[in-house]
């Protein structure tokens, strides 16, 4: 099956501080990983301020742009930096997000990946974080809504650490089933069961520390039977890879079969509709380029 790749090379120009997880080798690694794969490759457009303006106020779009730094790297969360190239990256993450939901829409394809870097579903409505500057597929989920018209949407984010900028910014909306497992617990401590979000339409699945991808798939399942019954007209993926057993941010054990596993359960949930999976988390370079390949593999296979 066609899937649709979308990157750009200035991935490799969001410089963070020597040593930091969330760095230019992530993105180096992800398309070594994919090289050779008979993959369409396009390149990931940037976003429109209307598409940012889905999620995001004007002043914080406004006060992002005025803390680029002229050189080096400037902080601005507790782990989250920009340097003079680190925008255009997060704007393509974004446009390649909404790009890949357009195509997929108009059956050129029907699953896309969007390899890009920084991360997104950390960031709220005026909050930076987590490495991330932009609530990337929580503004894909919007504009499949809004501009295709859209009634039901699932997104679903296997990342290690919760979704909590996506769960905020989707948290009012009745057309979103979200989905989110993570370790629990672990930073940024939102995920708890509770957390159902305005209209019920919120499940989260916290993890125990050590816990490995078939504990994971087993609870997934039933969140998974509950899309199959929804009839999604599109599914979007937080896609992290840090829930991987040699991941240095957390203490989950998933292997690269769990990632490929995981994924064919996502896609025999899905009822055939479309789906579009955007990078977040992964910061072992050797597993994230195993776990990206088994991931983006399993979505080539044919439709069952």
Known sequence: MTVILYSHESARRHVTPEGHPEQVARYDAVMAALDGLALERREAPLASDAELLRCHPAGYLQGLRDAVPEAGTRQIDADTHLSPGSLEPALRAVGGACAAVDAVLAGEARRAFVAMRPPGHHAEAEVSMGFCLFGTVAIAAKRALDHHALERVAVLDFDVHHGNGTQALLWDEPRVLFVSSQQSPLWPGTGAVSERGAHGQVVNLPLPPGSDGGLARAEWRPA????????????????GFDAHGDDPLAQLDWDDDDYAGLTRDILDAAGGAPVV?????????????????AHVTTLMETER
């Open 224 to 239: 998974l039977e509950r899309m199959r019954d929804l009839a999604p007209q599109l599914v979007l993926i937080s896609a």
């Open 277 to 293: 999976s955007c990078l977040e988390g992964g910061y072992d370079l050797d597993a994230l380029g195993r776990a990206v390949r």
